[in-house]
């Protein structure tokens, strides 16, 4: 099982040595250039996948302004998720997923709906979303590596 626990500076180092392959970093960033800018921004946190000590994911959950991806104001904006590549494959982007909404509800109790924006060529990263709950809102956008597909997960507050 994961924990999801919100990032700090002392966690930098660990990302240092956070590998992700060529083909993974066409379509995020590395989390070491996130999450310095994470951790001072006001809007945004970053996010780490762990089991036991180990940092096997990261992402940044971000607040407020999220246009275009969604125009409601109970929304997060999910990104720059990624999974280590030693870390691929053990299911942990579903255990990641399915702990989402209980680590939201923790930290954002008013919060409704996650969206996020996928590459439509990471068919890969998809197949993980839809799994997870996510749907296709059908709104496309542009990214920084090309057309990106507009999904969504809502869930009734608890």
């Given amino acids: 099982m994961v924990d999801l626990l919100f990032l700090q500076a002392e ?8 590998h992700l392959t060529d083909e993974q970093l066409v379509f995020t960033a590395h989390p070491l250039e996130r999450c ?23 992402f940044i959950l971000q607040w407020g302004d999220i246009r275009p ?10 990104r720059a998720y990624s999974i280590q590549y030693p870390y691929q494959r053990q299911g942990f982007a579903k255990q990641s997923m399915n702990e989402l909404p209980v680590f939201v509800n923790r930290y954002f109790p008013d919060i409704r709906k996650v969206v996020l924006g996928v590459n439509y060529n990471n068919k ?32 009734k507050l608890e």
């Fill in 36 to 58: 310095l800018s994470a951790i001072l921004s006001s809007n945004c946190k970053p996010v780490g996948i762990c089991k036991g000590k180990d940092i096997v994911g990261f």
């Fill in 11 to 18: 966690h930098l180092k660990s990302l240092a040595s956070y």
């Fill in 124 to 155: 890969l990263a998809q197949k993980v979303y839809l799994a997870a709950g996510f749907e296709d809102t059908g709104r496309r956008i542009q990214g920084q590596a090309g057309e990106q597909y507009v999904f969504k997960k809502d869930w």
């Fill in 69 to 78: 991806y969604t125009y409601v104001e109970d929304a997060l904006l999910l």
